[in-house]
Structure formats: structure tokens, C-alpha cells
């Protein structure tokens, strides 16, 4: 079993920062692959940035602004928001993808969501 604890979000005005932590625990061979989506009322999830095995990966609306990055020691990926906007309201999901344990297939894991809202 693998478990994805988020840190709680919040709420706060536009322009300020947040950072949003995720650690994994439980049965883990080797991740993968760390990234945080956002899914806003009425849209589907999407992609917000990724890291993998020293890339990253970002969505365009938030390059330059958004850092993620992750501690490998400690199974835990974290996205660093700054000058954050209205429209980034949402609620923001970790996802791992990691095998179990060696020879295991990789998996998808998601946390529960945690909720940012970004007043003006």
C-alpha cells in the first residue's frame, strides 16, 4: 500500500506565495515520476509541473513562477507557487507514479486534493 499525504492549502490573496508539500509512504521500490495537477470547479484535471529523475516539467501559465522540485531521501515533492492568481484557484492533486517493489509494474497514485483559493 502507498499513501500520498498533502499539506493543507489555503486561502490568501493574488500575488502571494504558497508551497504545497506531498510525501509518499508505504511500500516503495522507486518513483518515477512526481508531479501536482489542478483541477478547477467545472474543469478537468490538469497538469501544473512534474519532475523526473532531474527534469521538469511545467505548464506554460506557470513557468517562471512555479518551482517544483523533491527530496528523494524523503519520498516527498514539493511545489513552491509565487505570485499567485485568482485563476489558479483550485484544487491541487499529487500524483507519484512508482513500482511497489522490484519487478513490480509502476503504478499511479494520487493524493486527495487539497484545496488553494486565490482571492483578488
Known amino acids: 500500500q502507498v499513501q500520498l499525504v498533502e499539506s493543507w492549502g489555503g486561502l490568501l490573496q493574488a500575488g502571494r506565495s504558497l508551497r504545497l508539500t506531498c510525501t509518499a509512504s508505504g511500500s516503495i521500490f522507486r518513483i518515477i515520476t512526481l508531479a501536482w495537477y489542478r483541477q478547477a470547479p467545472g474543469e478537468q484535471r490538469d497538469l501544473v509541473a512534474s519532475v523526473s529523475d532531474g527534469s521538469t516539467n511545467y505548464a506554460d501559465s506557470v513557468k517562471g513562477r512555479f518551482t517544483i522540485s523533491r527530496d528523494s531521501a524523503k519520498n516527498t515533492v514539493y511545489l513552491q507557487m509565487n505570485s499567485l492568481k485568482a485563476e489558479e484557484t483550485g484544487v491541487y492533486y499529487c500524483?507519484?507514479?512508482?513500482?511497489?517493489?522490484?519487478?513490480?509494474?509502476?503504478?499511479?497514485?494520487w493524493g486527495e486534493g487539497t484545496q488553494v483559493t486565490v482571492s483578488t
Open positions: 500524483n507519484v507514479v512508482l513500482a511497489s517493489t522490484c519487478g513490480r509494474p509502476y503504478m499511479n497514485y
